[in-house]
C-alpha cells in the first residue's frame, strides 16, 4: 500500500481539474446538441452501472442486500430525500439480518 | 461578492446535506479502512475529493493496485458529470465574479451542493457557495473521520448493513428522474443490464470494475445521446436568470 498517497492525489488532481475547467474556462454555453446530451445522461449511466449489481452483495448476505434494494428503490421512487433513503436501505438489510 | 448573510444562508442549507453527508462518508470511511487505509489517508481523500462515487469506486482499485492511468481514466468518468455541472453553474455565476472565487466554487461542485446551488432564487454569489460547501464538507469529513476510526471497533453486522448506504443514495438521485422522464428509465435499465452483463458473462467478467464502470457509462450515454437528445431549449438557465 506504499502509494496510497498517489492514488489520492491523482483523484484529486483529476476531480478537481473536472470542476474547475469549465468555471474558469467556459463562459459560453456548449453548442453541440450531442455532447450536451451525452453530458445529461452521464450521471444515470454512470450511478445505475455502480449501483447494480454491485448492490446485490453489499451487505454480507444477499438476502439482507435484496431488502435493502428494495427499500431503497421504493423510498427513491417516492422522492424521499437522500438520507432517509440511505437510512431506510441499511435498516432494511439490518432487520433481515438478525433473522438470518 | 455576497455578505456575511449569504454565507449564513447558504450554511443553513447545506444542513441537509451535512447530515446525508455524514451517514454515506461514515460507510466511506468503515470500507477504506477495510480497504487498508489508514484513518488520516481516508479523511485526507475526502478532503481533497469530495466525491461519493469516485471514492468508493477508487476503494477497489487501490486494493487490486491499478496503474494511475486508470484510476485517473476511472475519476474521469465517473466524475464526468460534474463537467455538466460547472458548465451550468458558470451561467449562474455573474460576469464580475474572479477566477479566485471560480477556482474557490469548483471545491465544491458535488451532485447535491451543485442542487441546492442552481435552485437558489437569484445570482449565485460566491459566500453563499462558500457557507454551503464548508457546512455540507464538515459533514462528510467527520462521517469518513468517524467510519475509518470505528471501523474496527463496530460490530461486523452493523458494518455489512452500511454497505447499503451509497447505493440508496445513488439510487435516490437517479429513480425520482427517471421516474418523470422515460429515456432516463432506459439509461438506468440499460446500464443496469449491461453492468450485469459484465459482471457475471464469461470473460467479460474479467475486467476490472473500474473500466467496466468506464465502458458501460460511455457506451449507454452515447447511446442515449443519440437514441433521445436532449431538447435544444435552454429552459434551465433562463428560468434561473
Known amino acids: 500500500m506504499h502509494n496510497v498517497y498517489g492514488y489520492i492525489l491523482v483523484m484529486a488532481l483529476v476531480t478537481y481539474l473536472i470542476r ?38 453489499a451487505a454480507d448476505h444477499r438476502v439482507a442486500s435484496i431488502a435493502g434494494f428494495i427499500t431503497a428503490l421504493i423510498l427513491s421512487f417516492y422522492r424521499k430525500s437522500l438520507l432517509v433513503v440511505a437510512a431506510c436501505a441499511c435498516a432494511a438489510a439490518f432487520i433481515v439480518e438478525l433473522f438470518l | 461578492m455576497g455578505s456575511i448573510k449569504d454565507f449564513k444562508s447558504g450554511a443553513e442549507n447545506g444542513i441537509p446535506i451535512c447530515l446525508g453527508y455524514l451517514a454515506v462518508s461514515f460507510a466511506f470511511g468503515i470500507q477504506a479502512s477495510e480497504a487498508g487505509l489508514s ?38 468518468v465517473v466524475n464526468m458529470r460534474y463537467l455538466l455541472m460547472s458548465c451550468a453553474l458558470t451561467q449562474k455565476l455573474g460576469p464580475s465574479v474572479p477566477t479566485g472565487h471560480r477556482l474557490g466554487i469548483a471545491y465544491g461542485v458535488t451532485d447535491e451542493i451543485f442542487g441546492v446551488s442552481v435552485l437558489h432564487k437569484g445570482e449565485l454569489h460566491p459566500a453563499f457557495s462558500y457557507g454551503l460547501i464548508v457546512v455540507s464538507v464538515s459533514g462528510w469529513l467527520l462521517g469518513t473521520f468517524l467510519g475509518a476510526a470505528a471501523g474496527q471497533i463496530m460490530p461486523q453486522r452493523l458494518i455489512s448493513c452500511l454497505g447499503l448506504a451509497i447505493y440508496g443514495m445513488f439510487l435516490a438521485i ?11 428509465l432506459f439509461t438506468v435499465l440499460a446500464a443496469m443490464l449491461m453492468s450485469a452483463v459484465f459482471t457475471w458473462a464469461p470473460v467479460l467478467k474479467m475486467i476490472s470494475s473500474g473500466f467496466r464502470i468506464i465502458i458501460v457509462t460511455v457506451a449507454v450515454a452515447a447511446a442515449a445521446a443519440v437514441l433521445a437528445p436532449v431538447e435544444e431549449t435552454r429552459q434551465e438557465v433562463q428560468e434561473d436568470a
Not at chain 1, 475547467?21 to 445522461?41: C, G, M, Q, V, W
Not at chain 2, 437517479?174 to 432516463?184: D, F, N, S
Open chain 2, 39 to 76: 484513518v488520516f489517508q481516508a479523511v485526507m481523500m475526502s478532503l481533497m475529493n469530495v466525491t461519493s462515487a469516485g471514492q468508493f469506486s477508487s476503494l477497489d482499485l487501490i486494493v487490486h493496485q491499478a496503474s494511475f492511468a486508470e484510476m485517473a481514466l476511472l475519476q474521469f
Open chain 2, 174 to 184: 437517479i429513480i425520482p428522474e427517471a421516474r418523470a422522464k422515460r429515456q432516463v
Open chain 1, 20 to 57: 474547475a475547467l469549465p468555471l474558469t474556462l467556459i463562459r459560453k454555453e456548449i453548442r453541440s446538441r450531442f455532447i450536451r446530451s451525452f453530458l445529461y445522461y452521464v450521471p444515470y449511466a454512470t450511478l445505475a452501472a455502480m449501483t447494480f449489481p454491485a448492490i446485490l452483495s
